[in-house]
């Protein structure tokens, strides 16, 4: 009968304890990873319902919002509804994203991964897209109260205006305008009339009586326009237009006559 050595039936237990704690290790480990993988599909399963319900985002975008919103502000209200959204379902992914290489991933794993980032990538869009509109609805607020301000300013000058009294008006602004009008410098509506047939006939026939020097002098003016029925303003006028076009102190014969009252002068010169 042998006795057993009692080195190896001490070591025993300990290998055995050794063992145990291994074999306990690497089921955590199985464990963790197949939780991992759990939570990643839940992540993934989570950014789709977000991805297909984009009105929660513009809700969580717009609420409170009654003075201007800067867009900066928009995109940290997005951020926070993203974090309230995927509580405790980032760990995972940021676990397998940052050491990929501490994990047994198989083929589901891989395709686990390449899923969730791509709703990621998506999700990320969708968030730029409401953002995006949230600001541009709010520029396209902002731009209508300023033109309905613009708008108002001057019906409130008018209103003021319309409540000044005639009395305001200063004595000696009136007395000028009485003085012009008196004096032929301010032509009223009367005399504003347009030239007739028979004025225009008048008035060309006394250019080509005075060919040689078309200049009418003040009394010749207040004369031409009683018998043609036109202020002095609108005859002196007319005179300047015909000497403009129409006369020249040395005419020289080389142009193309450009109407008829050319060809009669030239021809009444020749």
């Known amino acids: 009968m042998t006795f057993p050595n009692r080195i190896s039936y001490r070591l025993r237990p ?7 704690a291994a074999r306990d290790a690497t089921f955590a480990a199985l464990r963790r990873e197949t939780q991992d993988c759990d939570a990643l599909l839940q992540l993934t399963h989570k950014l789709m319902a977000m991805i297909a319900q984009p009105a929660k985002l513009l809700a969580a975008l717009v609420v409170d919002c009654v003075e ?10 997005a951020v926070a509804f993203q974090h309230a959204e995927l509580r405790g379902l980032c760990d995972a992914w940021c676990r397998l994203v940052q050491a ?5 991933l198989r083929p589901t794993d891989v395709m686990l991964i390449k ?4 709703y990621w990538r998506l999700w990320q869009y969708v968030c730029v897209l409401c953002v995006e509109a949230v600001t541009s609805v709010e520029e396209t607020a902002t731009q209508q109260q300023q033109q309905q301000q ?16 005639a009395p305001s008006i200063s004595p000696t602004f009136e007395d000028r305008c009485s003085d012009a009008l008196s004096q032929g410098m301010i032509l009223s509506g009367a005399k504003r009339s347009r030239i007739t047939k028979r004025s225009n006939e008048f008035l060309v026939a006394w250019f ?3 060919k040689d ?4 002098s003040p009394d010749e003016r207040t004369e031409i326009a009683e018998k043609t029925g036109l202020a002095e303003q609108q005859v002196r006028n007319w005179f300047a237009n015909m000497r403009k076009r129409h006369w020249k102190p040395n005419r020289t014969n080389a142009k193309k006559p450009r109407c008829l009252l050319d060809y009669v002068l030239r021809q009444t010169e020749a």
């Open 14 to 20: 300990r290998e055995k304890s050794q063992q145990a």
């Open 68 to 77: 201007r919103t800067s867009k900066q502000t928009f995109w940290l209200r």
């Open 100 to 104: 990929p290489e501490r994990f047994a």
């Open 115 to 118: 899923a969730a980032l791509y």
């Open 150 to 165: 613009l708008r108002q300013e001057p019906k409130q000058w008018t209103s003021l205006l319309q409540k000044r009294e």
């Open 208 to 210: 080509l009586a005075h």
């Open 213 to 216: 020097n078309p200049y009418p």
